[in-house]
């Protein structure tokens, strides 16, 4: 692409009064050698006209300096032929300097224009840099869809993805589909007034599904291998209860890769026939739906309950066999437990959740629909009923024949439950015919490879054991997504939920599951970087087999040869820039984000050399959660240290070190990783970006210290989208500890 670049400075929101717009643009015309525009209000229709007519006069790549690139997208997108950058000017500069001290009305504005000027350099920088994208273009994509698992998520799905046109396989490992539901007496109700159970819709369901020509079913059925990538998976399909013989690698973290590369420890996955070898036989699809439901969790660690032991003790699952195959008679009595109880803690069985609660009022309502003066006894810590289900709880609490108190059970002997600290104020023993233990829905990926991946990672989700087995990928943002592009989670394999929530949840995969097949197709990347163009280009020239690239993407994007060279897959690719931060080479890029390109923004930092009051901390900044989180911070106009220059990154994973050394060396007097929270109750938006950056960190501290640097001038924060009102005294207390250190002793040179 011949490149015609033009700067567009605007001058609304306030920006022309705060800044003085000649000089930005002398930054412009003068260091940076282009040309420069200015107008009072690009984003307003007036605005986008004019930068329309620039378009037909040849500008094809537009350096945009004005509000958040976060903002205004559409009124700055010039079509599929340009290149657009953005400098944030207005969120991240005017709205948060904060109002002149007293005295300091000159530095005030000193500071402000030079921190501006500082953007317009670096945006000035990124266009001169930036390439055009071309997406990636596969060379034969199929459309059908493969669906695993033949319940109530996997029908559903089936049948959503059909009406929309997609063929589909149902795979199912048992003779026939339905899955548990085909075990139900009754099911919840789904229509005003949600008071009385409805029968159960499986067997219509079914129907369904076998009635639809785009949809073939195999049933005693399992998937043996799933290599290759979206638009072009190879799936080999097995007997039921068969065995599957692949070399599966071993998972090799990076400092095992460092130990087998200095000679210390013995490489495990030395001589193993590659797991992805092609196989003849494979069945080609464009994305696969997980659908493999849940299994009930097993209660029998619990001894004073005497599960196993006690044949007056079942689980709900037992229970809901013995309903439907009227096996009730004689139940006069029955105790619902909800909670281990024992210890006096506030927990449930675990894998308990809103389900198991409804469960136990619909089964106390089969003890009554079966002999009017039976009785049913709910002992739990926690009732969960969201939604119009609330309404049935309401129902079953009017019926004198349920009882229900919050109770801690402390035993079960025969047919005595032993309880206290009810509501009632008073311990107490019941005397019942049977007992029902609420066991939880453990998800099938937990603790079992039910997917069998031919991939370099391994033939299993990673990580699952931090979210208890359920296989999302982001279970905040991205619903439905795996930590492998192309497969979509949807019921009890991504969390417990009952049966309209499952066909909710299965339409949703199907759709995922759709966008994928048509993103492939044309090139671009799903969620979280949806459409984008680019993907990781890779100088193979100079690579050399560390692995590091392989083993750190968080998305299994890459497979490799047996020397070790990494073999890309752009369509399983998420573009979050993982293996452009591992690699030591520097030889992954992206035409838009690359080491060079944010090598040099980093240059264009104007770097003082002898004033205290002029110290430079760069910050990278996470594009998911922390940049939004600051862009919110300059609304609420919270004041950020003028010392600071943020440069946004697509995800902390992506940050080369060298980046860090580079800067330091420099002379910027200090830098940070400014990412999103890991964790039990968070999660980076790309799985392990910040926590791989942080390992870096730790590493580059060490490196630091030999150079005479303090490890304290590096550091790697989280955050949350949500922590706007926080993120500011972060930075800024971090500035003032880079103060006291003192200015980069590599300052000038």
């Known amino acids: 692409m011949d490149k015609k670049i033009c700067t567009y400075i605007c001058t609304g929101c306030g920006i022309g009064e705060a800044l003085d717009i000649e000089a930005l643009s002398e930054v412009v015309t003068g260091e940076m050698s282009q040309e420069c525009k200015t107008h009072a209000s690009l984003c307003t229709q007036d605005g986008r006209a ?54 300091q009305e000159e530095s005030h504005q000193e500071w402000l224009q030079e921190t501006a000027s500082d953007y317009v350099r670096m945006s000035c920088t990124r266009a001169d840099k930036t390439e055009l994208p071309e997406a990636w273009e596969m060379e034969s994509i199929t459309k059908d869809i493969l669906v695993m698992g033949g319940g109530i998520a996997g029908i559903t799905a089936a049948v959503e993805a059909s009406k929309a046109g997609y063929k589909v396989t149902l795979i199912e490992k048992d003779e026939v589909i339905g899955g ?69 690698p071993a998972k090799i973290g990076v400092d095992e890769q460092d130990l087998i590369e200095k000679g210390e420890m013995e490489d495990p ?26 299994l009930p969790a097993d209660v029998s660690e619990y001894e004073h309950l005497g599960h196993g032991t006690n044949d007056k003790v079942v689980t709900n699952a037992q229970f809901e066999a013995m309903a439907k195959n009227g096996e009730l008679e004689g139940l006069n009595r029955v105790a619902f437990i909800m909670s281990p109880g024992a210890d006096e803690n506030d927990e449930d069985f675990p894998y308990a959740n809103s389900v198991t609660s409804m469960v136990a009022l619909k089964q106390a309502k089969y003890v009554r629909e079966n002999n009017e003066d039976a009785m049913a006894f709910i002992l739990y810590q926690h009732m969960r009923t969201p939604g119009n289900m609330e309404l049935f709880y309401k129902g079953v609490q009017q019926d004198d024949g349920i009882f229900m108190t919050k109770a801690t059970v402390t035993g079960v002997e025969g047919g005595i439950v032993h309880a206290k600290d009810t509501l009632l104020g008073e311990d107490i023993d019941l005397e019942v015919d049977l007992v029902v233990l609420a066991a939880g829905m453990v998800p099938t990926t937990k603790d079992t490879n039910t997917i069998n991946l031919a991939y370099r990672q391994g033939p299993a989700f ?52 759709i966008q994928c097949i048509e993103s492939a197709d044309r090139g671009v990347s799903v969620h979280p970087r949806s459409g984008d163009k680019t993907y990781p280009e890779f100088f193979m020239q100079r690579c050399t087999q560390c692995k590091r690239c392989t083993e750190e993407c968080p998305f299994g994007a890459l497979d490799d040869d047996e020397k070790g060279t990494p073999l890309p897959n752009p369509s399983r690719c998420r573009r979050c820039g993982t293996c452009m931060g591992a690699c030591p080479e520097r030889i992954i890029g992206f035409k838009d984000y ?12 104007e770097v003082p050399e002898d004033d205290d009051d002029k110290l430079r901390v760069l910050i990278f900044v996470c594009e998911n959660d922390a940049y939004p989180a600051l862009d919110m911070a300059g609304m609420r106009k919270h004041k950020l240290n003028h010392m600071i220059r943020f440069i946004p990154v697509r995800c902390l994973g992506s940050v080369n070190m060298a980046w860090i050394r580079d800067a330091l060396s420099a002379g910027l007097d200090g830098a940070m990783l400014l990412g999103c929270k890991y964790g039990d109750d968070y999660q980076c938006h790309f799985v392990k970006g910040s926590e791989i950056a942080t390992k870096r960190m730790e590493n580059i501290g060490d490196t630091l210290s030999t150079l005479g640097l303090e490890p304290e001038r590096v550091r790697s924060e989280t955050v949350a989208i949500t922590d706007y009102d926080k993120v500011p005294d972060l930075v800024n207390d971090f500035v003032d500890e880079i103060v006291e250190l003192g200015a980069n002793p590599f300052k000038g040179f």
């Not at 409805?198 to 399992?222: G, H, L, P, W």
């Open 180 to 248: 548990k539901a085909n075990g139900w007496a009754k099911q919840f109700p789904t229509s005003y007034p949600y008071a009385e159970l409805e029968e159960n819709s499986i067997s219509s369901m079914i129907a369904q599904v076998q009635a639809d020509n785009n949809i073939t079913i195999k049933t005693s059925c399992e998937v043996a291998r799933i290599g290759g990538a979206p638009g072009d998976f190879k799936v080999t399909l097995k007997a039921a209860g068969t065995d599957s013989e692949w070399d599966a």
């Open 462 to 513: 990673l990580d699952l054991d931090l979210f208890d087995g359920y296989a999302d990928s982001h279970f905040i943002c991205f619903p439905y997504e795996t930590r492998r592009t192309g497969i979509y989670a949807c019921g009890g394999v991504r969390k417990a939920m009952n049966m309209q929530e499952t066909m909710d949840d299965a339409t949703g995969a199907a759709l995922k599951a």
């Open 594 to 605: 690359n080491i060079d390109l944010i090598g040099s923004m980093i240059k264009a930092i």
């Open 50 to 103: 004019y930068l329309l007519n620039e378009k037909s006069e040849g500008v094809n790549t537009f350096n945009i300096c004005a509000c958040s690139p976060r903002v205004m997208q559409s009124q700055f997108d010039m079509g599929d032929d340009t290149i657009t950058v953005r400098a944030n000017l207005r969120e991240q500069v005017l709205w948060t300097a904060g109002s002149a001290d007293e005295g």
């Open 269 to 294: 996955n030395a001589g193993l026939r590659p797991y992805g070898e092609s196989n003849e036989d494979a069945v080609v699809f464009g994305a696969v739906v997980l659908a493999t439901g849940w």
